[in-house]
């Protein structure tokens, strides 16, 4: 049955085929994650570029002008203080959903329908979602355009997905370490409390870091909600959430970054209508950025207090 | 499906059905097995989803013993063993039926304290599963979850768990803070072994724990199994027969019926299941003539 031994060194038909494929399957997938990182490359290079003379300190923390290039600062408190009102709304109650759907819900019909509507609520197109929350969260609670309506609408638009996530997070440690607790006497809770969560941490550290960057970069979902005003100067001494001009509170019109950005394109008024968007945007990129970083180092820090590793 | 013929506590009834097995087995360190049956099945099946996966199994464990579940795969093995602990519980579409008690009580009602069944009746996995924590926390999580907080009680409990798990010599210098995932396979496994012992049950069951080991780690679970038999009932799960013939007093031949439901085919000393078994299937399979 045994064919005669072939030289190692001469490559039969069949393996110089499956070797060619193997080279063109190497070369494909390096391209194409080349591509996506040097459209990635050349959008930070052109901002960085770009903001350069333009994003100074005055520039972030001045207050607006409309004779001298930038204050932007009222417009970056107000892209953090709506990100700040939706996660604490957001994190809680989408954590919780996600334990429950992945530990409690079970596999039924009614709890699958509900995944698949998780899923597609958070790919509903955000001015959708806007405008929805401008029936819901800006007339129908009769609030107007203020951060909490924005927030709400930030939610609505965060909150499933971040509970899909959370739960695939949860869905994803092995049945073997449940098993293993519950086996020892360990409740339900438990079990997920000490073995569960401390494992799908950094899943659902992720998840947060998704959705937030979603919330922070967001503007179709703010225009009709958040509004496209902002007092341009705050004074931080002001903490009477009820007074609508203090920074602090959530009613009050609030024009974001992200919105800002979008309105100076689209309006282009004043001066500098080229040097405040990029400026603005670059501003926006770093901020993400530095919070993507600062949220991953946080999530291994719990992560090895959790665990131990 | 028929509901579980509710069970009176009482002392030794379920001997009925392999007394003759029970009183003349030795145990392989030569001790007369006790007639005290710890835990003990009848009639018991189990179906997934209305399949039938364990057909009427009648077995007993006598207490400070170490009964061997062999068999081919399939044959329900660890179906039964998990209904020990009620695990099965945590299958969707599982169901039990028949009766089963711990020492003469029935557990398989519905409301019966399954957690504190499961503290009672430990369990050992195929695969080792430490909990990602330290060593320390690892063997301190059942006593924990029970409520115990003293310190002094805490570590006393994680030491000598520890010790009588034979890790305590490798870990010893820095169990409190490094993680049980950072240990071997083996050592591993002991520390699950320890985590059980930790939570002070009656009964200690074990999925296969030694398959996933070198020869030399298999060996020292035996042995920890020969010295925990003083103390405890041990059933074991294996698909290695010289471990079966090694460490076990009892041995269970199970095997799958024509419709593929596991059933128990003989149950005896193990001595006597080796070398001269009553059934024809048992011999067969021993002697590797099976499928």
């Given at each position: 049955m045994t064919s005669p031994a072939r030289p190692l060194g001469r490559l039969s038909t069949t393996s110089r085929r499956s070797q060619r494929a193997d080279r063109v399957a190497t070369v494909v997938l390096w391209a194409t994650a080349a591509f996506a990182l040097a459209l990635l490359g050349g959008i930070i290079l052109y901002l960085v570029v770009a903001s350069i003379g333009v994003v100074s300190p005055a520039f972030l923390f001045g207050d607006p002008s409309?004779?001298?290039?930038?204050?932007i600062f009222p417009l970056f408190w107000n892209s953090l203080y709506i990100l700040g009102l939706t996660m604490l709304i957001s994190i809680p109650v989408g954590i919780l959903a996600g334990i429950y759907m992945s530990e409690?819900?079970?596999?039924?019909r009614l709890t699958n329908s509900i995944r698949f509507a998780e899923e597609a609520i958070s790919s509903v197109p955000s001015i959708v979602v806007g405008l929805f929350g401008l029936i819901a969260f800006v007339n129908l609670t009769g609030w107007g355009y203020t951060a909490l309506s924005g927030a709400m609408a930030l939610t609505l638009f965060n909150l499933p997905l971040l509970a899909r996530l959370t739960e695939q997070a949860l869905r994803a440690v092995p049945p073997d370490e449940r098993a293993g607790s519950l086996a020892l006497g360990a409740t339900k809770w438990q079990t997920v409390r000490h073995v569960v969560l401390p494992l799908a941490i950094p899943g659902i550290i992720t998840g947060i870091i998704l959705t937030a960057g979603r919330v922070f970069g967001e503007a179709a979902v703010l225009l009709f909600t958040a509004g496209q005003s902002t007092p341009?100067?705050?004074?931080?001494?002001?903490?009477?959430?009820?007074?609508?001009?203090?920074?602090?509170?959530?009613?009050r019109p609030a024009t974001t970054l992200a919105v800002f950005i979008w309105k100076n394109n689209a309006?282009?008024?004043?001066?500098?209508v080229t040097e405040v968007a990029n400026g603005s945007s670059a501003v926006l990129l770093g901020t993400v950025l530095a919070f993507n970083l600062s949220a991953r180092a946080f999530g291994r820090y719990l992560s090895r207090r959790l665990t131990a590793t | 499906m028929t509901a579980a013929p509710t069970m009176a506590p009482?002392?030794?009834?379920?001997?009925?059905?392999i007394d003759t097995a029970m009183t003349t087995a030795a145990g392989s360190d030569g001790e007369g097995l006790s007639t005290v049956m710890k835990m003990a099945a009848e009639k018991l099946s189990v179906t997934y989803g209305g399949r039938v996966a364990v057909r009427e199994v009648t077995i007993a464990v006598p207490e400070r013993s170490i009964m061997a579940l062999i068999g081919p795969s399939g044959s329900g093995k660890s179906t039964v063993l998990r209904c020990f602990n009620r695990m099965n519980d945590l299958i969707p579409g599982a169901a039990v039926t028949g009766t089963l008690t711990l020492d003469g009580e029935d557990i398989m009602p519905i409301d019966i304290d399954v957690v504190e069944l499961r503290r009672r009746v430990g369990m050992v996995f195929q695969r080792p599963n430490p909990f990602p924590m330290t060593i320390y926390e690892n063997v301190a999580y059942g006593p924990r979850r029970r409520g115990v907080k003293d310190r002094t009680t805490l570590d006393e409990l994680v030491t000598t768990s520890l010790q009588r798990a034979a890790l305590w010599d490798e870990v010893k210098d820095d169990f409190r803070k490094k993680s049980g995932l950072a240990l071997s396979g083996g050592q591993q496994q002991r520390l699950c072994i320890a985590r059980v012992l930790a939570t002070q049950p009656e009964v200690i069951l074990m999925d296969e724990p030694a398959s996933a080991l070198d020869p030399i780690s298999t060996l020292r679970i035996e042995e920890l199994m020969r010295e925990l038999r003083k103390t405890y009932a041990i059933i074991i799960v294996t698909h290695n027969m010289q471990q079966a013939a090694r460490v076990s007093d009892l041995t269970a031949f199970f095997t799958m019926a024509e419709d593929r439901a596991g059933y128990l085919v003989e149950l005896g000393p193990t001595n006597q299941v080796f070398t001269n078994p009553t059934e024809r299937l048992t011999e067969d399979y021993i002697s590797g003539r099976f499928g």
């Open positions: 409309d004779t001298e290039l930038g204050g409690y819900a079970g596999d039924n341009t100067h705050y004074d931080f001494m002001n903490v009477d959430i009820s007074d609508p001009s203090s920074p602090w509170s959530p009613f309006e282009g008024l004043g001066n500098f | 009482a002392t030794a009834p379920i001997t009925v059905h």
